[in-house]
């Protein structure tokens, strides 16, 4: 076991069980977002329940986080190793004639991911912690109204053009992440079942239906303010 | 047809190297892609100049000795082919053809086409065997029942040749396919069991050493690959690895 993540395929195997991690995370969190479209009252309860248990916030939050990190940190590291093991390059090469332009650009969708996180947290978590943890402001009140200012402030934040763009765009690179990252995921855990037609299929279904949800949610607050 | 070849020319191991320029004319799209080359080296020869060295010796598509990364595809655009079995006819008059090295850093350039795979043996040497007492009494390996489908998938594996297009052609420079499939053609069968667990241990450490890239599963090995090795035997390395790591460690 000791040298398992030195190992090569270690390493695989462990971007890949981050990768299931994170590929959960996401439904979560987008099923979520999605109640802001149907229930401003469910969405504000969610978030504060999110926001508050002490389950969430101390145990799941961190090993988010972790994950989150661990799955950029080794992709670094597999890029960077990889880099070193190709020594000189092609005068010409044709990759597009035998793998997915998805597939050999996973570091740069990853960076734009990565880009969109900083930002994420600049918008959303910083403050929240902000609130919670330095104010000492558990309420998730607002304080002249008392009533829940989760709604709120996602509406105040999908009001610029810009931040939606933004999001747009992060969530299309996420997307192309997803259409390779997803079945690749299984071939690296050794299991044949990314490579079943059925599986692919709902690979790609997960890949575009998930990100969607999420431009969408961004999209339907820019345009439906109030 | 005529032709414009752009070759990787490199004197030595220690030479920068370039793309050099050559014609050759009257080539027939019957010939195969060596025997291009040959008519290019005789030109060259009768000129006084160096010919091109590359590596070939069954010219049959057996031996994985012919390599060449032809317009960017190991063993040029054909599938399921050598370099050697590569047809004239896959080209057109008047095209420009680029012909470098299979390219790696655990994949040395020797002189211009011709690279040192000998990583592809140390791997193989690390655990790509079985170890069959030949005192006399070897018992018939005909008496040990196996099952149809693990008898094909077995051979399947076997039918790599070792001609690292695998290697050449990913964009990490990835042994994965080749090391999967010498893996896979023992653990397939009940010959290779007992040994299962170290040979996978020892290959994958050896690949690691040689500096091989790691996999990300493009799928680009597969394709190029010309005895179709298919990607299940990279998975099946994998389980392997896995259960090497943590059930039988
Ligand atoms: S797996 Fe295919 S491409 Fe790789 S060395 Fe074997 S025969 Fe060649
Ligand atoms: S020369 Fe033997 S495979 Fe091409």
Redesign the pocket.
């Given at each position: 076991m000791s040298g398992f993540l030195k190992s090569s395929i270690g390493r695989k195997v462990a971007m890949a069980l981050s990768a299931f991690f994170l590929m959960f995370f996401l439904i979560i969190h987008l099923a979520v977002n999605i109640t802001s479209i149907f229930s401003e009252d469910l969405f504000n309860k969610l978030s504060h329940f999110m926001g508050t248990n002490p389950l969430v916030q101390f145990a799941l939050q961190p090993v988010l986080i972790f994950g989150v990190v661990f799955h950029f940190v080794m992709g670094f590291v597999l890029e960077l190793r990889n880099r070193k093991a190709i020594g000189v390059s092609y005068a010409k090469n044709n990759g597009a004639a035998n793998s997915s332009w998805m597939s050999r650009n996973m570091i740069y969708s990853g960076l734009v991911i990565l880009a969109f996180l900083v930002l994420h947290f600049i918008d959303f978590w910083i403050p929240e912690i902000n609130v919670k943890y330095i104010q000492g402001d558990m309420s998730g009140l607002v304080e002249e109204t008392q009533d829940f200012r989760y709604y709120e402030e996602l509406q105040h934040k999908f009001l610029s053009p810009l931040r939606v763009g933004a999001y747009v765009i992060s969530f299309v690179l996420l997307a192309l992440h997803l259409l390779h990252g997803f079945t690749s995921a299984f071939q690296s855990m050794g299991a044949t079942a990314g490579r079943k037609k059925a599986m692919q299929t709902f690979g790609k279904i997960y890949a575009i239906a998930i990100p969607l949800g999420f431009i969408i949610v961004a999209v339907w607050h820019h345009f439906n303010h109030h | 047809m005529n032709l414009t070849l752009k070759i990787w020319r490199q004197k030595g191991p220690e030479d920068k190297g370039k793309l050099v320029d050559y014609k050759v004319n009257d080539i027939s799209e019957h010939m195969s892609f060596l025997e291009m080359m040959d008519v290019l080296n005789e030109q060259l020869i009768e000129q006084g100049d160096e010919p091109v060295a590359f590596d070939h010796d069954c010219r049959e598509g057996i031996c994985?000795m012919c390599s060449m990364y032809i317009n960017g595809e190991a063993h040029g655009p054909d599938r399921g082919v050598t370099t050697c079995q590569l047809h004239m006819r896959m080209f057109n008059d008047g095209d420009t053809i680029y012909i470098e090295p299979f390219r790696a850093a655990a994949f040395p350039v020797i002189k211009d086409l011709v690279v040192d795979r000998t990583a592809f043996e140390r791997i193989q040497q690390a655990g790509g065997y079985i170890s069959v007492n030949t005192s006399g009494n070897t018992q018939d390996a005909n008496a040990i029942p196996i099952s149809k489908h693990a008898a094909d998938e077995a051979m399947d594996a076997a039918t790599?040749?070792?001609?690292?297009?695998?290697?050449a052609t990913c964009k990490n420079s990835s042994a994965m396919?080749?090391v999967g499939?010498k893996v896979s053609q023992y653990a397939l069968l009940p010959q290779g069991q007992v040994e299962a667990a170290d040979r996978v241990r020892n290959m994958v450490a050896q690949m690691d050493l040689e500096g091989f890239g790691n996999c990300t599963n493009t799928g680009a090995?597969e394709i190029?690959?010309?005895?179709g090795?298919s990607l299940e035997n990279i998975a099946r390395m994998n389980r392997e690895f896995l259960s090497a790591s943590f059930i039988d460690s």
């Open positions: - | 994985g790599c040749i070792g001609c690292g297009a695998c290697v396919l080749f499939a090995c190029e690959c010309p005895k090795i």
